[in-house]
């Protein structure tokens, strides 16, 4: 293995300090006024789950930022809960980004213009990012404390909103998951997760000739998603814009409807940070409430998405009821949750410490036939991925991996910069440069060895 990606050695100060002022730099460059970019080239609006990881950051540098970045997202949110995938930034042309505004033909809602964001969603990690803003407010003063509580207490009803959207109108498989409807929800665009689930549906080429690609004129195509896969994409947001981006009925009229293990570890991890939210704005019974809940989504993670063979999580076509025969990184993430049965954790431990994947992890299984070190999500190391995998790894007391893991990411960026992913063999940066997210969780990273309030003795 290439030493960018083994070292055992610690981390030295020198390092930590350049590597926070590096990532203190991306994030004021990605700062555009009201909200962070996750790239300045090739991401140019507000994206959903970006926001949360960004957050993370901000709250060590920023604090101020991080709730306002926040707050710009959720001023997107629409009346039926969900929080739109991207946020159109109005001053940012439509040529920019490809699908932008014009594509998904949004109606005007909640007081916000038509054509203000898109109708899918992404993991619900905001509720975690909020706890984790408050929780680090004390750094910053007794104001930081007072203004934290305010934003706890604007943000708690729609946090709870997203939640509700989530568990109620996305449960079209009806055993308590959310169903993602497109890939793109899922945050792993490409992942082989969705291979076999997407293979049914049709891959129209003529669409990308009517609706250009602009992502192969900024990165290189062996480093993105295929054309195919990319057809496919397209076509599945046009389908669901026909419906009016309504819920209803999904499993039978939507040609991709799948239960993903990683967003569904999202959504508990997300209860369990509205307990404690609810428990600081003095709401004891919905704590109690939002932890009941997240037993539940970990109880349904465990029956759906488990394989007793192959010992660990899939994902599952609700269309089909089949479960996906790749190993992915997605399948790794219930390692986040404290109430996952004991034989379900060992089973995660042994695949992730089994010659499939390693620390850290790659986006996908190494033995795979479709293992590609360049592509996206089939292969490459994602520090927001791994930075849930390190949190898992605290959650159930396993300290010295994750101590592990994290000086393995430390080192990775700073010796490559803030890429959006990494080479998994030999650690070089791939993707775009100056990435939020990687530079936000390197603060987290370097700052913060804790584990979270509910995590299990080792
Ligand atoms: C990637 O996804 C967008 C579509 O949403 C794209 O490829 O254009 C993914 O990595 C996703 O997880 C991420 O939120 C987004 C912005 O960083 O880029």
């Known amino acids: 293995m290439h030493p960018d990606l083994s070292p055992t050695l610690p981390v030295i100060p020198e390092v930590c300090a350049e590597l926070w002022a590096s990532a203190a730099r991306v994030l004021d460059a990605n700062w555009v006024g009201d909200h962070t970019v996750p790239s300045r080239t090739l991401y140019p609006h507000q994206w959903s789950w970006d ?16 709730w306002r970045d926040l707050r710009s997202l959720f001023a997107a949110q629409w009346p039926d809960g969900r929080v739109p995938h991207i946020a159109f930034d109005p001053d940012t042309p439509e040529e920019a980004y490809f699908p932008g505004p014009r594509f998904w033909n949004v109606p005007a809602y909640a007081g916000r213009p038509a054509r203000s964001s898109t109708g899918l969603v992404q993991p619900p990690l905001h509720a975690l990012a909020a706890w984790e803003v408050y929780r680090h407010a004390a750094a910053h003063g007794a104001d930081a404390v007072q203004q934290a509580r305010i934003e706890l ?22 055993g308590g998951l959310a169903s993602i409807v497109h890939p793109w929800e899922s945050g792993l665009d490409d992942s082989p997760a969705w ?11 003529g669409l990308l000739d009517r609706h250009p690609r602009r992502d192969l004129a900024l ?96 994902a599952r076509d609700v269309r089909t009821g089949r479960l996906s025969p790749a190993h992915c990184v997605s399948g790794l993430l219930p390692l986040m949750l404290p109430d996952l049965e004991p034989d ?58 994750a101590e592990e893991l994290r000086r393995r990411l430390v080192r990775l960026v700073h010796r490559n910069g803030h890429f959006e992913y990494f080479h ?35």
């Open 195 to 205: 291979d076999e689930a997407l293979a049914a549906v049709p891959a129209d080429p």
């Open 51 to 66: 926001t949360a990881f960004t957050a993370i950051g901000l709250a060590y540098v920023n604090q101020p930022r991080a």
């Open 344 to 401: 379900q954790v060992d089973g995660i431990l042994a695949e992730l410490r089994s010659e499939r994947f390693g620390l850290p992890a790659p986006s996908h299984d190494r033995t795979a036939r479709e293992f590609d070190t360049h592509r996206y999500s089939r292969g490459p190391v994602w520090i927001n991925v791994n930075w849930l995998l390190r949190r898992g790894l605290l959650v159930h007391g396993r300290r010295d991996e």
């Open 219 to 314: 990165s290189d195509a062996a480093h993105r998603p295929t054309d195919t896969d990319h057809a496919r994409y397209v076509g599945l947001v046009l389908d669901y814009q026909a419906g009016e981006y309504s819920d209803t009925g999904l499993a039978e009229r939507h040609a991709f409807v799948v239960e993903c293990p990683g967003f569904n570890a999202v959504l508990a991890t997300a209860e369990l940070a509205l307990a404690q939210i609810a428990g600081v704005l003095g709401r004891p019974s919905e704590a109690r409430r939002h932890r009941e809940r997240a037993r539940d989504v970990t109880a349904a993670i465990g029956r759906r998405l488990w394989n007793p063979e192959t010992r660990t999580f899939h």
């Open 424 to 458: 998994p063999e030999e650690g070089g940066g791939l993707g775009t440069s100056a990435f939020s997210w990687t530079a936000a969780l390197c603060l987290d990273l370097l700052a913060d060895r804790s584990a979270p309030a509910y995590a299990r003795a080792a």
């Open 153 to 174: 207490d604007r943000l708690y009803p729609r946090l709870v909103a997203q939640q509700e959207y989530l568990g109620d109108r996305r449960d079209a498989g009806g």
